[in-house]
């Protein structure tokens, strides 16, 4: 297959595997993409987030990912969709319908679809590939696992399934760990294990690294062979706090200090390397002190250039010699 | 409660249940909510018709009826919504799904809600009850059964589901006979057996004989209440027409003339009453011979206003001493 990808002439021709959770990490899966050629780059995305809602089986990291690298994704949330109309969800509402968890219209079509095939029979592994190619995306997306995984919040009012503390109770109880349900007996989605095999480096997306990388880490057989690979993490803290989401909450609660060397030791011995934001550098020593190679530069990604501009730091950073 | 309707003097206060399948019932049972207090109509609605597709209970009778009564439908169609989107159904088209019944946005959430209702147990005409109540609408729309009953259309191709006959194969299909799989067991719905024991008469909507009167009369005991009522019923075919769908095809293919008088014979036995259009008053004479008194009026319903007055002339047919 002759690709029309252009890799600038800098970087050398390797294998990545992505890990990713929603926005941060389909961001940077989006620059990856915008580099890489297809057969070049797997994006393995969690799917501990998944929940049924509505009678709908809804996969809100998974559709992140694939909307962002399928440019349908909402520039302004970071998820759902671009162009976006809310009758569906409105008209629900009105009947008295949970409406906690806003659903656009063209939204709605991939779970009722997703849902209609997994009651079929068919794969979340297969349904994905199938999406992805009827919206254009040519390099390849994976669930973690074909098996429904669910992360459990245990707060201070109880355990959480994931959707129900970060939508519905917009992640205000107090955290006291996380749990994978299904876990144990889930298998890496066909093709994960063989990509990461075959892979010159993991990257590890600036995802919260508590909810949407360690479920994945978790599934049976990922984590092992990653070991002995390069496997170059990207800080989801900057200064102290999150870009989106409630990473740096959940550090606190956990009686952590959130940070990039935070984030860094919950990689130790996994993490060959590790990318920080400038406004960290005075991490960065600690940081190598764990054994990892250090990459400071601009890890923010308020655009699309900023996507590329930091996926393109990270594969010179994995091609420079250690 | 005190009504704000306001009933023309000239019509007497009568209990009214009306019988009606989908834009041709829904349209006759408006223009009697037009005239009729809510405490004094109730509309029985086929759900022969009713379906799962892509995951969902669609009811379409049901929702046409529900519709035209709230002021929702769309009037150009006669079913579905008014100002209707179709964000949803032309996504999943494009994901590969299937794309024959074309749902909108809006009715979507009918669906999604009804669904989701139903498998926390709710039943349906407890769910009829709260939408029509969420919609403003104050008559009261039972389904016939909460039972699931389901029309399949006997053809030279075989048997195939109503929906599959009716929308996916364009009524194509030769017909030769209906049954309604589950009638055995369905019970009417709570309240169908009180509504027809206290009415005053029963108004056979110009719905389809075949398919949407017959499953009414079959839900076992709904008939039998009728027998010894004033029972009118108004002609769905005029001028040897249907003025929507297959009726007159199926008359056909039965070996069967369609006219007004073939519905008459339908009804004998049961309606003692009988409304045919203009165009048809050639064959009053053959239909009073069938026991039913007549009543030649224009039955074509084009608009709002020709809705309520066929409701008003059926009702003052009603209230004439025989």
């Known amino acids: 297959m002759k690709s029309n990808f252009h890799r600038p002439p800098s970087i050398v021709h390797r294998r990545i595997v992505a890990l990713a959770g929603g926005v941060g990490g389909a961001k940077l899966a989006h620059g990856l993409a915008q580099i890489l050629p297809p057969e070049d780059l797997t994006v393995i995305v969690n799917t501990g987030d998944d929940f049924e809602h509505l009678g709908l089986y809804i996969c809100p990291d998974l559709d992140t990912v694939c909307y962002t690298l399928a440019g349908l994704a909402n520039p302004k949330t970071g998820w759902g969709r ?17 409406n906690w968890f806003r659903l ?37 997306i994976l669930p973690m696992s074909d098996n429904p995984v669910r992360t459990i919040v245990e707060t201070d009012e109880g355990d959480l399934a994931f959707q129900e503390y970060f939508v519905h109770r917009r992640c205000e109880p107090r955290v006291k760990g996380f749990r994978f349900n299904g876990i144990e007996k889930a298998e890496a989605a066909p093709g994960a294990r063989e990509a990461i095999q075959s892979a010159d480096a993991i990257i590890i997306c600036p995802s919260n690294p508590w909810v949407s990388i360690a479920p994945i880490l978790a599934v049976p057989g990922l984590r092992s062979k990653m070991e002995a690979k390069k496997v170059v993490a990207i800080s989801p803290i900057i200064g102290g706090q999150a870009v989106k989401g409630p990473a740096a909450k959940m550090y606190r609660e956990l009686g952590i200090e959130p940070s990039a060397l935070a984030v860094a030791k919950q990689y130790e011995g996994l993490a060959t390397d590790f990318a920080l934001d400038k406004i960290d550098s005075h991490l960065e020593a600690e940081i190598r002190s764990l054994n990892m190679r250090t990459l400071v530069t601009k890890t923010l990604m308020k655009n699309v250039k900023d996507r590329r501009r930091l996926a393109e730091d990270v594969l010179h950073f994995i091609g420079t010699a250690s």
């Open 82 to 98: 671009a162009n976006e109309s809310w009758q569906a969800i409105s008209n629900i509402e009105r009947l008295g319908g949970p």
């Open 104 to 140: 656009g219209d063209q939204d709605f079509a991939t779970h009722i679809e997703r849902t209609r095939r997994i009651k079929e029979g068919q794969c979340l592994s297969e349904i994905t590939r199938d999406f992805c190619k009827a919206w254009g995306i040519k390099h390849t």
